[in-house]
C-alpha cells in the first residue's frame, strides 16, 4: 500500500506546528511588540534543507508588518534553534519567513466584487422596467 503523504508533506506539518506554537510562546516573550502572526503554511524543499514559511499578520499598518517581518527574519536562528529541539532530525531546515498576502487580497477582490453588485443593483433600480 502506498503512503498516504510524501516526507517532505509529514515534514512541512510538523514544522508548520511547531513554529506557530514557538511563535506563540517563546516568541512573544522575547519579542513582545510584535503583532499577532499566524503561519498560513510552510513548504518544505525535497531534500528537507530549507522551509518557507508564509505568515499572516492582522493588523493593517505597512510600516508594522514590515518592521514584525524584520524582527521575524532577525530572530530565525533563535526559532531554527527551537526547532531542533522539538523535532527529531538529522538536519533541522533553515527557515526563511514570507509574507502571506492571500487573505488580504481575497478581502480586496471580495470587496470589489460587493461594490459592483452594488452598482449593478442600483443601476436595476434606476432603470425603466419593460414590460
Known amino acids: 500500500m ?3 503523504f510524501s516526507r517532505t508533506d509529514r515534514v512541512s506539518q510538523q514544522v ?3 513554529i506557530a506554537s514557538i ?3 517563546e516568541f512573544k516573550h522575547r519579542e513582545p511588540e ?3 502572526i499566524t503561519i498560513s503554511s510552510v513548504e518544505v ?3 528537507l534543507a530549507h522551509a518557507k514559511i508564509y505568515v499572516t499578520f492582522y493588523h493593517n499598518d505597512e510600516d508594522k508588518i514590515k518592521d514584525d517581518l524584520v524582527r521575524l527574519q532577525d530572530a530565525k536562528g533563535f526559532i531554527r534553534t527551537l526547532l531542533a529541539k522539538r523535532i527529531r532530525m538529522r538536519a533541522v531546515p533553515a527557515v526563511h519567513f514570507f509574507r502571506d498576502e492571500s487573505i488580504t487580497e481575497g478581502i480586496r477582490i ?3 466584487v460587493n461594490q459592483a453588485r ?3 443593483e442600483a443601476k436595476a433600480k434606476d432603470a425603466p422596467e419593460d414590460e
Open 2 to 4: 502506498a503512503r498516504e
Open 16 to 18: 508548520h506546528k511547531e
Open 34 to 36: 510584535v503583532g499577532m
Open 110 to 112: 471580495s470587496t470589489l
Open 45 to 47: 524543499s525535497r531534500d
Open 118 to 120: 452594488a452598482k449593478d
Open 23 to 25: 511563535l506563540q510562546n
